[in-house]
């Protein structure tokens, strides 16, 4: 939930575009040297599929790794990073409220509303999801899936409060939730650790992985199941002025999870172009500068 109403200028978008495809590339190349594969998903792999790069509109990225991978990628990125770029997830920036891992770009800004009071770095990034295996039973899928929503929430309420009751919200606008569900969250926010939650968490999006089911997904989100057969023969594909991996039969994974799928017009991109963030800065440094030479 976005707080701020202004809107991108096509030179914002330009300017963003062009910090995503560096740090995308940064990924890319740790990668291709410990060869680990990645994945486009959601806008990105909508991206890939019509614009063979970042749709007009968008301002993330997003690209997926099955666990055992991304686990490596955690591993080994610190190291190899440039050091224009971050790592970040729960073992290196502590106060980071999300469950995956992002790579950020240092000595910018993006400040998204929801959490522009987290003491965490605050850059633009690139987000990377670990995927996991999830039933083929839908009783279970419902469980597992409710489940580590409840227990993400409990993540993100230790460092932001996003709901209306037990404590204040730190919003303009809480998030639709029940006193039941907040009190829980609340409860569990007492008692345990983050890094405890976040365990809890990882366990339960990773329960089924010794198990063989059809679909992978990073358990999060109800969109993005993708066939192990599919991940187990990805295929190149254009983004830009890089070449990425997506899921074997792109079109029909994008179908399978958007029944809806088709290029958007321009009164439609008109009305997604509403993230901008709370602040955005494409180099503090040069804007420190600038302030003090005017002083």
């Not at 190899?80 to 502590?94: C, K, M, V």
């Not at 899928?141 to 204040?168: D, S």
Request: hydrophobic share 35%; charged share 25%; net charge negative.
């Amino acid at each position: 939930m976005n707080t701020c109403s202004r809107k991108y200028t096509p030179q914002e978008l330009e300017q963003l575009h062009k910090a995503l495809y560096e740090i995308l590339g940064e990924i890319v190349r740790i990668c291709e040297k410990h060869q680990i594969p990645f994945f486009v998903i959601g806008g990105t792999a909508i991206g890939a599929l019509y614009d063979k790069a970042i749709l007009p509109w968008d301002d993330d990225i997003d690209i997926g790794m099955k666990r055992e991978d991304y686990n490596r990628f955690l591993k080994v990125a610190p190291q190899e990073l440039d050091s224009r770029y971050f790592l970040s997830w729960i073992e290196t920036d502590p106060h980071t409220p999300y469950y995956f891992a992002k790579v950020k770009k240092n000595h910018t800004l993006f400040v998204e509303g929801l959490f522009k009071n987290v003491p965490m770095h605050q850059g633009i990034f690139v987000d990377i999801f670990p995927f996991d295996r999830i039933p083929d039973n839908r009783r279970l899928m419902k469980i597992q899936h409710e489940l580590v929503k409840f227990l993400n929430c409990c993540l993100i309420g230790k460092e932001a409060w996003l709901w209306k009751h037990c404590r204040p919200c730190e919003i303009e606008n809480p998030t639709n939730r029940g006193f039941m569900g907040c009190l829980a969250n609340y409860l569990i926010d007492v008692l345990l650790p983050k890094k405890t939650i976040f365990r809890l968490l990882t366990g339960a999006q990773t329960f089924f992985n010794t198990r063989k089911t059809r679909y992978f997904n990073n358990v999060m989100t109800k969109t993005d199941h993708v066939t192990e057969e599919s991940l187990n023969h990805l295929e190149p594909v254009k983004f830009d002025p890089l070449t990425l991996a997506a899921p074997q039969g792109l079109e029909e994974f994008l179908r399978y999870n958007y029944p809806k799928l088709h290029r958007f017009n321009e009164e439609e991109q008109a009305q997604v172009i509403d993230h901008y963030p709370e602040v955005l800065s494409f180099n503090t440094l040069a804007e420190a500068n600038e302030t003090k030479s005017h002083s």
